[in-house]
């Protein structure tokens, strides 16, 4: 069981590249999450989904998209990459059958815009 | 909108000794979660204690335990016996619970969050 995997780990994009965060869930977890932290601050949520096919915006969604067709997969695509994006991402689930909707988080991905 | 505010960026300890954090947080919501999460260097985010707001027994878990005070909206983290291995930022984090409303109604807010330091 690993949990939540996010990949890659690292990279470093110039501005107006395009990328995909990748995040998988190997829990069955209905919820999906993602969040950015920036220096100093905690996270952010950008995108979050109920399920597969449904998907809705968070606090900080400008600049990014999402797409949910299955229960394990929530990418987070990055379309014409800007400093201001450069920031750690993290991916999350949580299940609405856990009375307290803990929420697991992925290890990180960090993105660097030059 | 919920705010989470963490007062202190940056605090030490000496190895075995007792320290608090603190958080407070705004909300017009009367039932909701509140967590404490750490990120240590690795960067994974790690919940070490929640509290249901209905319930006004405050939460422990081993070494780590809460202060929960409901009406002053206060929810500050107890950590007993400090470690090396509790070197990190610790994160205060608010969450609604309105059933019915979708994932949306249960993401997280977090505060800004406090280095902690544990000294040999």
């Known amino acids: 069981n690993a949990g939540v995997t996010q990949t890659p780990k690292f990279r470093i994009l110039k501005i107006g590249q395009s990328m995909t965060l990748q995040c998988t869930q190997d829990m069955n977890h209905n919820y999906m999450y993602w969040y950015r932290q920036d220096p100093g601050m905690g996270l952010k949520l950008i995108y979050y989904s109920v399920g597969a096919g449904i998907t809705d915006k968070g606090e900080v969604p400008n600049g990014y998209n999402v797409s949910r067709s299955t229960t394990e997969d929530f990418p987070l695509r990055l379309e014409l990459a800007a400093p201001s994006q450069t920031s750690v991402y993290f991916c999350a689930s949580s299940s609405s059958r856990n009375p307290s909707y803990e929420q697991y988080f992925g290890p990180g991905t960090r993105l660097t815009v030059t | 909108a919920q705010t989470v505010t963490q007062s202190q960026p940056e605090m030490s300890v000496q190895e075995a000794e007792t320290v608090t954090l603190s958080c407070t947080y705004d909300?017009?919501?009367?039932?909701?979660?509140l967590f404490w999460y750490k990120q240590p260097p690795s960067r994974q985010m790690i919940l070490v204690i929640r509290q249901e707001a209905y319930k006004q027994q405050n939460a422990t878990e081993n070494r780590f335990s809460v202060n929960f005070q409901k009406a002053a909206k206060s929810f500050s983290l107890k950590i007993s016996d400090s470690q090396l291995g509790d070197t990190a930022m610790y994160f205060c984090a608010f969450m609604k619970t309105a059933r019915g409303s979708g994932a949306g109604s249960y993401q997280l807010t977090f505060g800004k969050g406090t280095k902690l330091s544990v000294i040999p």
């Open positions: 909300t017009s919501e009367s039932n909701y979660y």
